[in-house]
């Protein structure tokens, strides 16, 4: 049977049908209508205002298509597209980095709020698509900002956000794991959202995170969940000036683990901050030696 897909309003109620196996009737919704404003390259509001004129062409038709053999699959939308926003910038995406979260958009947030007319430079430890160094180096315009990551592929795809945001941001290949970072500037703030997520809680989570985004970006060992987190306090022993401020996205059940171990490395001012959810998931705290 032939599919009828004559306005808007049908190619969003096509493709949220499609998706109803899969996903919540509200998910499935507000994924049809993000690739309705891709396809048609315009804004929700508008496209509500014009979802019951009909059609003309039929091009479309193959994208929505081609769209939904993806989406069908439990492939995220924001692979399918390419693309997301995050704090008003336009990330690019592929599947050498995870899917920004609304999480690190408050990660940003905090950072942002906080310092305001600082000249620091930044340095982003496991950058992946680049979302919070291009995000921070767009709303501080007074910073400098290097950002890190193991993998080349995703070094590539945040070099190529940075220029689309007009941002400037160094880009540097490292391990943070390893014992030296040769090159690495000095910095007054560090920040991270390394993998956090511990194996044993490889259960709790959606297929379309376990069977589409990077393993390496997500997951730690259940015997040693800080390990990013340490290997990153280490670095600053050298490289974060006194006084300096650092900022983690942080797995919920170790708000107490990451207070001791920021205690541990010298830290004061040291804060455990709930994300709009009310979990832990943030860390902030000040170098004082």
């Known amino acids: 049977m032939a599919v009828k897909l004559q306005t808007i309003k049908d190619i969003r109620n096509y493709i949220a049908g499609e998706l109803s196996g899969l996903y919540p009737r509200r998910e499935s919704l507000a994924i049809a209508g993000l690739v309705t404003e891709k396809i048609f390259r315009s804004g929700r509001m508008a496209l509500m205002l014009r979802e019951n004129e009909p059609l003309t062409g039929s091009s479309y038709k193959k994208r929505v298509m081609s769209y939904c053999r993806r989406l069908t699959t439990g492939e995220p939308v924001q692979y399918v597209l390419g693309e997301t926003g995050f704090y008003n910038c336009r990330i690019r995406l592929n599947k050498n980095v995870l899917i920004p979260r609304p999480e690190t958009e408050e990660l940003a947030d905090i950072v942002i709020k906080e310092n305001r007319g600082t000249e620091a430079r ?154 709009i959810n009310g979990k832990d998931r943030f860390a902030a705290g000040r170098k004082t030696t």
């Open 122 to 275: 930044i340095i982003d430890f496991g950058t992946g698509s680049g979302c919070l160094a291009i995000a921070l180096s767009v709303n501080l315009s007074s910073v400098k900002v290097t950002a890190i990551d193991i993998s080349k592929g995703a070094l590539k795809l945040a070099a190529r956000n940075a220029a689309i945001n007009n941002a400037d941001v160094d880009f540097m290949h490292a391990d943070i794991l390893s014992e030296s970072l040769p090159g690495l500037p000095m910095a007054g703030i560090f920040i991270s959202n390394p993998p956090y997520v511990r194996e044993s809680e490889k259960k709790l989570m959606r297929s379309n995170v376990l069977d589409f985004e990077p393993g390496k970006s997500l997951f730690v060992p259940d015997n040693d969940p800080l390990r990013f987190y340490r290997a990153i306090l280490n670095i600053s022993v050298e490289k974060l000036n006194r006084g300096g401020l650092i900022y983690f996205e942080i797995n919920e059940a170790m708000g107490d683990s990451m207070h001791d171990l920021l205690e541990k490395f010298g830290f004061s001012e040291i804060r455990i901050i709930k994300d």
